[in-house]
């Protein structure tokens, strides 16, 4: 290869540094914004779970105190708004419980009333006969029973024993012992 010539360029080393310069400041520019959006959205995407969770944590206390009437509703269509509507669901689900609760306590309750009538309308205390010592008990297989006992002296000085066995146990036999009895 021949030599043809010889070229020589000069060239500023400042401009070459302005330059270098302008496109350093403009990355910092670019990635402070990208870091900027980066953190704004990590935030965002944050509250958005953190805040429903919340939410649910707070409902859950309340739930837990007590406050059956409290509901979550979220409105999500995810997996916390699943959550939120399972919650709902069981909190109306321990309404109807505590509700049948209640029914059957207060059912309970009549029925020891009823026991404690029909108890007092058997005799106090048997009869003192010369001959024989008397004694009766009446223990019914539910809270109210069919059974029934009674003394009555007779005009002639004697005394008549009635023992009564009504078909049934419960309730509907005591009010057929009750009607029986009057």
């Not at 708004?81 to 709902?88: I, K, Q």
């Not at 207060?106 to 009823?114: G, H, M, N, P, T």
Request: charged content about 20%.
């Amino acid at each position: 290869p021949e030599r043809i010539g010889l070229v020589c360029l000069a060239l500023s080393q400042e401009p070459l540094l302005l330059t270098v310069q302008s496109a350093r400041v403009a990355a910092i520019r670019v990635g402070g914004l990208f870091i900027i959006l980066g953190l704004v959205g990590t935030a965002f995407i944050t509250r958005t779970v953190t805040k429903p969770i919340g939410q649910l944590v707070h409902g859950v206390r309340r739930i837990a105190a007590g406050d059956l009437e409290h509901k979550m509703r979220l409105h999500r269509a995810d997996e916390i708004g699943m959550l939120s509507d399972s919650f709902d669901a069981m909190t109306d689900e321990l309404q109807q419980a505590q509700q049948e609760l209640l029914k059957k306590h207060l059912y309970e309750k009549e029925l020891e009333v009823a026991g404690k009538i029909q108890a007092a309308l058997l005799p106090r205390g048997a009869p003192r006969l010369h001959a024989a010592t008397v004694a009766a008990l009446s223990v019914p297989a539910r809270v109210v029973g069919g059974d029934f006992y009674d003394y009555l002296p007779l005009a002639d000085g004697r005394t008549a024993f009635l023992v009564a066995d009504v078909a049934g146990k419960g309730v509907s036999a005591g009010l057929v012992m009750t009607a029986v009895r009057s």
